[in-house]
T-cell receptor, first 113, second 111 residues
Framework: SAVISQKPSRDICQRGTSLTIQCQVD?????MFWYRQQPGQSLTLIAT?????????ESGFVIDKFPISRPNLTFSTLTVSNMSPEDSSIYLC??????????FGSGTRLTVV | EDKVVQSPLSLVVHEGDTVTLNCSYE??????LLWYKQEKKAPTFLFML????IEKKSGRLSSILDKKELFSILNITATQTGDSAVYLC???????????FGKGTRLSVIA
């Protein structure tokens, strides 16, 4: 199954700043997914990143707040912009894996102060 | 709207107990149901179920799907403290639709 390297593992950021999270996959994948997990909640899909086209955002998420890059088939970044304490969450990237369903990166725990 | 409901939301058991976690779902054009274990940040894959009535087993964990009644159960026998985690259920529909996750069951196993 695919192996995803995600970084940073955690960060504490000041409100109003931005943080970029990176995911590197060890194989080429068509779609990469970005999730948010707020404290005590389940995973919510932010957007689907396709190589060569703009990301597709779910309801309630916009490109200005969560810009995504997908420069090639093995790499993607998610930026959390103009952060507020409400953005404190775990952020996860994921790819589809035909053997194991979906594989997740190791996650980024973001705290905004 | 696709929906996944897990119960109970939390559970505390003693080592050696057997637990059953429940997942019911509503989804248009069902493709698969997946179980994950989340200990810290990243969910790790446990099972993918596509057919009714076929039990999947991995060590002390097993799971089965009922597509008629739209639910799945995850059983853990002889629980150990290392089983303490949040167990997530998710359903996948056919086509380019995202996974829909339940809120999870937080299992605590005490010695």
């Amino acid at each position: 199954s695919a192996v995803i390297s995600q970084k940073p593992s955690r960060d504490i950021c000041q409100r109003g700043t931005s943080l970029t999270i990176q995911c590197q996959v060890d194989s080429q994948v068509t779609m990469m997914f970005w999730y948010r997990q707020q404290p005590g909640q389940s995973l919510t899909l932010i957007a689907t990143a396709n190589q060569g086209s703009e990301a597709t955002y779910e309801s309630g998420f916009v490109i200005d707040k969560f810009p995504i890059s997908r420069p090639n088939l093995t790499f993607s970044t998610l930026t959390v912009s103009n952060m507020s304490p409400e953005d404190s969450s775990i952020y996860l990237c994921s790819v589809e894996d035909w053997v194991h369903g979906y594989t997740f990166g190791s996650g980024t725990r973001l705290t905004v102060v | 709207e696709d929906k996944v409901v897990q119960s109970p939301l939390s559970l505390v058991v003693h080592e050696g107990d057997t637990v059953t976690l429940n997942c019911s779902y509503e989804v248009t054009n069902f493709r698969s149901l997946l179980w994950y274990k989340q200990e810290k940040k990243a969910p790790t894959f446990l099972f993918m179920l596509t057919s009714s009535g076929i039990e999947k087993k991995s060590g002390r964990l097993s799971s089965i799907l009922d597509k008629k009644e739209l639910f799945s159960i995850l059983n853990i026998t002889a629980t150990q403290t290392g089983d303490s985690a949040v167990y997530l259920c998710a359903v996948e529909a056919r086509g380019n639709t995202p996974l829909v996750f339940g809120k999870g069951t937080r299992l605590s196993v005490i010695a």
